[in-house]
């Protein structure tokens, strides 16, 4: 309880908030991080998985490839790739093990949420002489929204969490105040960045939820219905 009530005065004090390095700052930089590893992984991932689950060829292989990456630890693959010459150029070793880590469950999920669609549904839109485009967004995608969206906040949440390594190489993000911490044995600081990075996370993925609800494409269509009907 002592290290909580020390964390919560370390958080609750505004010189630790202010400035370049303050806690303000360091969340700044994690979230810009947050976001552009989880917009490039979904952009890698989501159109082969769409693609792939739309045609019902190679995907199995693709998804087991994927998922075998995370076998290995992304903290050994950013070491790796800051032992190369891609560690002069900043974050950049950072954002490619971040998207490494994302991809397999963006990519499983959206793969299988177009395999699982209603095959009769599917078959039944065919009949009716959709285009293989209009199947795809019409039907297959609607259909597998919500596992598409349980793919992206599970890599939304493990990415945030995982953007603390960013500070080991000398990156930015909250994992400098960990380190921070841990470097000059101040436990309240250690437990403080842990706690932001907590919070975080938690709050992603309440807004992706959120999202998920708000942007359901059946839901949409339920509303617009009456409309319609009228």
Request: aromatic residues 6%; hydrophobic residues 55%; charged residues 10%.
């Amino acid at each position: 309880m002592g290290a909580m009530a020390d964390a919560w005065t370390w958080l609750t004090t505004g010189a630790n908030w202010a400035g370049e390095g303050g806690a303000w700052y360091r969340l700044g930089e994690h979230v810009r991080l947050t976001a552009a590893c989880l917009a490039l992984a979904c952009a890698i991932a989501l159109p082969l998985a769409l693609w792939l689950g739309h045609v019902g060829r190679g995907g199995a292989l693709a998804v087991n490839i994927s998922n075998a990456g995370r076998a290995v630890p992304t903290f050994a693959v950013l070491v790796l790739l800051t032992l190369t010459p891609l560690g002069k150029y900043g974050d950049l070793p950072t954002i490619i093990a971040l998207v490494l880590f994302a991809v397999p469950p963006l990519l499983t999920n959206a793969y299988v949420g177009m395999r699982e669609a209603d095959r009769d549904v599917v078959e039944a839109a065919r009949g009716m002489g959709m285009s293989g485009a209009q199947l795809l967004t019409r039907v297959e995608l609607p259909l597998a929204f919500p596992l598409i969206m349980t793919g992206v906040r599970s890599a939304a949440v493990q990415v945030v969490a995982t953007a603390t390594l960013a500070a080991l190489p000398g990156g930015g993000g909250l994992g400098r105040i960990i380190t921070a911490g841990f470097n000059t044995y101040d436990t309240p600081k250690v437990v403080a960045g842990a706690i932001l990075v907590a919070l975080l996370a938690l709050l992603v993925e309440a807004l992706l939820a959120l999202a998920q609800w708000a942007l359901h494409p059946m839901r949409r269509r339920r509303r617009a219905l009456p409309a319609t009907v009228a």
